[in-house]
């Protein structure tokens, strides 16, 4: 269902590169799920970088949110097989790679929550969230995000 609504959409999973760092992207803890912070990529894979208010657009910078989203949909059907098997999204902590002057990185980030929000409605599509700004990211990419959801026990 939620890769028909993606198919509907004209969304397609992103190919995650290989990790450098020394984590689990997905770990489950009952009907928890718990997903490491997800870079902004292209759908080949390739980072989305940039600064907000130096070199990549607030579009930009939105767009790149929604493909962290989709980059964590990607850990997840991995992870779990099958991405019917998240009940709801429980929390999202949103950071955006901008000068210090920003201020709007609320709005960057609804790029991923407004993907969830159609993917699976108000009701379980919109958690608690935070947004927050960096002076950098790794990879100068414009956007990372981790989340929480509550999977079908």
């Given amino acids: 269902m939620i890769e028909q609504k993606l198919a509907e959409l004209g969304l397609s999973l992103p190919v995650l590169p290989g990790s450098k760092g020394i984590y689990k992207s997905c770990l489950a803890d009952g ?3 718990y997903v490491s912070g997800h870079v902004s990529l292209h ?4 980072f989305i970088t940039g600064k907000v208010g130096k070199d ?5 910078a939105k767009l790149a949110a929604r493909q962290c989203g989709l980059a964590i949909l990607s850990s997840i059907k991995k992870h779990l097989g099958d991405l019917s098997k998240v009940k709801r999204v429980i929390k999202i902590l949103g950071m955006v790679n901008a000068v210090p002057e920003y201020q709007k990185h609320a709005i960057v980030i609804n790029g991923c929550s407004e993907l969830y929000a159609a993917l699976w409605g108000e009701e379980n599509g919109i958690g608690v969230r935070s947004a927050v700004g960096m002076g950098s990211l790794p990879g100068n990419v414009a956007v990372e995000i981790e989340a929480l959801f509550e999977i079908h026990s």
């Fill in 31 to 33: 009907n928890k799920l």
């Fill in 56 to 60: 990549i657009s607030e579009e930009d």
């Fill in 43 to 46: 759908t080949d894979g390739t």
